[in-house]
């Protein structure tokens, strides 16, 4: 098991997309790129 912290993580937010000014189309392709990311991480025993 891991243990991982985090913040705020802006799922949703589409300020994140235009003042960080990061290269996603959308709100919906952001969320998808964060979670699959999440996913590939965090396994079912860790702790987040």
Known sequence: MAR???ADTHF???RTINIQRR??????EM???LIERW???????DEV
Do not use: Q, Y
């Not at 290269?23 to 919906?28: H, P, Q, R, Y």
């Open 39 to 45: 996913n590939a991480t965090v396994a079912p025993d």
């Open 31 to 33: 969320d998808a790129l």
């Open 4 to 6: 991982f912290f985090t």
């Open 23 to 28: 290269a996603f189309g959308s709100v919906a």
């Open 12 to 14: 949703g937010d589409h």
